[in-house]
């Protein structure tokens, strides 16, 4: 039995990561049952979340988890795919995932940082709640600091984010998934920024900018009433 260690729901989201909701997309995906379990986030073998045990096997990483999912148990996410198209995912997903990630947290750990900490860290004593969430944000500021955005006014990384998202559905399009008539694994990076984005209660400029594109919040509905709605 397949077991993702994932992050628990929350305001609005399946769960709180896109990371975590594109390994589980993927499961979906691939067609394997799997059960869903909460926490391991000191145990996990890189320290985060998602993490996907298979049988005591312990893969860490949804590109990992994609990459086991295909060699192990038959995965064919992206074969009908020609170079091209591969190539075109594969730079959609950098975007998301080292781009546009990083201005989501940063904007809703600073517009909602009250918030954040009384959903996100509730399961802590409220005695050590507002310590361990400033250590936490801490470490996001200073993060996307090195990696350069977060030296950017607050208007900048708004227009970043807009762009973001406008290249998004430019690629998307009016197709039904973002390459084609049929879904690949670059959907389940699109699904899970898109998913945690705008089903998020908290309100941000990026994910004002994500809901100006309706074919972005049509794929959403759509893919997840394709694979989330049959499992």
């Known amino acids: 039995m397949l077991a993702l260690h994932t992050i628990e729901p929350l305001m609005g ?15 979906c995906m691939a067609g394997l049952p799997y059960e869903r379990k909460y926490g391991m986030y000191r145990s996990a073998p890189r320290g985060k979340l998602p993490v996907l045990d298979d049988s005591g096997t312990l893969i860490p990483d949804s590109d990992l988890i994609k990459s086991h999912l295909e060699s192990h148990h038959g995965a064919q996410f992206d074969d009908h795919l020609d170079e091209r198209q591969k190539a075109i995912g594969l730079a959609a997903q950098r975007m998301i995932e080292d781009h546009l990630y990083f201005i989501n947290v940063y904007q809703r750990w600073n517009l909602h940082p009250d918030v954040l900490r009384e959903t996100f860290f509730a399961p802590i004593p409220k005695l050590l709640r507002g310590f361990i969430f400033k250590k936490v944000a801490k470490g996001i500021r200073e993060t996307v600091n090195k990696i350069g955005l977060g030296r950017h006014s607050e ?4 227009a970043y984010a807009a762009e973001d998202w406008a290249a998004l559905a430019t690629i998307l399009g009016d197709k039904p998934f973002l390459l084609g008539d049929e879904p690949s694994s670059f959907d389940a990076s699109l699904w ?8 998020c209660s908290l309100d ?28």
Request: proline share 4%.
């Open 13 to 27: 989201c399946r769960s709180a990561s896109p990371f975590t909701l594109k390994a589980e997309a993927l499961l």
């Open 204 to 231: 941000t400029p990026s994910r004002m900018a994500a809901l100006t594109h309706q074919n972005l919040i049509d794929f959403e509905k759509r893919f997840e009433a394709r694979f989330f709605d049959q499992a």
């Open 155 to 158: 208007e900048q990384m708004t």
């Open 192 to 199: 899970g920024a898109v998913h945690g984005t705008i089903r």
